[in-house]
């Protein structure tokens, strides 16, 4: 999913919240760089010169400089299985899943410039490209099994994270999870094009509605 948010974890303490707001401008400082002089101009020091914190800093939390560019929101992925895991028993898994995502992304008109600055960044340079791409598959992965754990609760129960749980997701979570991803990405994609005509959220919520409604061909 990889969704991009300045949003704050539900939780955690000052420190925490520290470290999320460290890291949220070392993310947006890297993007910002990119754009203006191209990714592989950046270094990781004029990242964190632009963050105004420490090289040392910076390795607390990336590995390497193209994480930085790539993963900007690590705990986003977490907040959305929480969500959706926690969702009143009765809604349908897809409609669970659109309350959790929809939650996450409530900044993302906010944020217009990064998305856009980010996406830019990710279509000029190709092997950031497949970086994004690997990281999408994963927090995918990490979704599928989490609506696995949901449907087998199945009972109004609280979704278990014992061992047993955490089967090989079938193939509805696994397609749910990718579905979820692509659109995501669709609508972001959709609504960076037409930021001035229409609201994020009206995109967002119209994607859903056409998965939920079956994809039916659009009236000519």
Not at 91 to 98: G, H, M, S, T, V
Not at 142 to 166: Q, T, W
Not at 186 to 195: D, G, I, T
């Given at each position: 999913?990889?969704?991009?948010?300045?949003?704050?974890?539900?939780?955690?303490?000052?420190?925490?919240?520290?470290?999320?707001?460290?890291?949220?401008?070392?993310?947006?400082?890297?993007?910002?760089?990119?754009?203006?002089?191209?990714?592989?101009?950046?270094?990781?020091e004029a990242i964190s010169?632009?963050?105004?914190?420490?090289?040392?800093?910076?390795?607390?939390?990336?590995?390497?400089?193209?994480?930085?560019?790539?993963?900007?929101?690590?705990?986003?992925?977490?907040?959305?299985?929480?969500?959706?895991?926690?969702?009143?028993?009765?809604?349908?898994?897809?409609?669970?899943?659109?309350?959790?995502?929809?939650?996450?992304?409530?900044?993302?008109?906010?944020?217009?410039?990064?998305?856009?600055?980010?996406?830019?960044?990710?279509?000029s340079a190709p092997h950031?490209?497949?970086?994004?791409?690997?990281?999408?598959?994963?927090?995918?992965?990490?979704?599928?099994?989490?609506?696995?754990?949901?449907?087998?609760?199945?009972?109004?129960?609280?979704?278990?994270?014992?061992?047993?749980?955490?089967?090989?997701?079938?193939?509805?979570?696994?397609?749910?999870?990718?579905?979820?991803?692509?659109?995501?990405?669709?609508?972001?994609?959709?609504?960076?094009?037409?930021?001035?005509?229409?609201?994020?959220?009206?995109?967002?919520?119209?994607?859903?509605?056409?998965?939920?409604?079956?994809?039916?061909?659009?009236?000519?």
């Amino acid at each position: 999913m990889h969704v991009m948010t300045g949003k704050d974890a539900v939780g955690g303490g000052l420190r925490e919240r520290k470290k999320r707001a460290t890291r949220a401008a070392l993310a947006e400082a890297a993007v910002r760089l990119a754009a203006e002089h191209g990714a592989d101009q950046v270094t990781v020091e004029a990242i964190s010169a632009a963050a105004g914190v420490s090289v040392r800093t910076f390795f607390n939390f990336f590995d390497s400089r193209d994480d930085a560019f790539v993963v900007v929101d690590s705990d986003a992925s977490e907040r959305v299985r929480q969500a959706f895991l926690a969702a009143p028993p009765g809604l349908p898994p897809l409609e669970a899943l659109r309350e959790a995502l929809a939650a996450e992304l409530r900044e993302a008109e906010r944020q217009h410039e990064l998305w856009s600055l980010h996406a830019r960044v990710l279509r000029s340079a190709p092997h950031l490209l497949v970086r994004n791409l690997g990281a999408q598959m994963a927090d995918e992965s990490g979704l599928a099994e989490a609506i696995a754990r949901r449907i087998r609760a199945g009972d109004g129960s609280v979704p278990s994270e014992s061992d047993a749980d955490r089967a090989t997701p079938g193939l509805y979570p696994r397609l749910l999870a990718a579905v979820a991803g692509t659109a995501v990405r669709v609508s972001v994609q959709h609504w960076c094009e037409r930021a001035d005509e229409v609201s994020y959220a009206d995109v967002f919520r119209e994607v859903f509605d056409l998965l939920a409604a079956g994809l039916p061909a659009p009236a000519r």
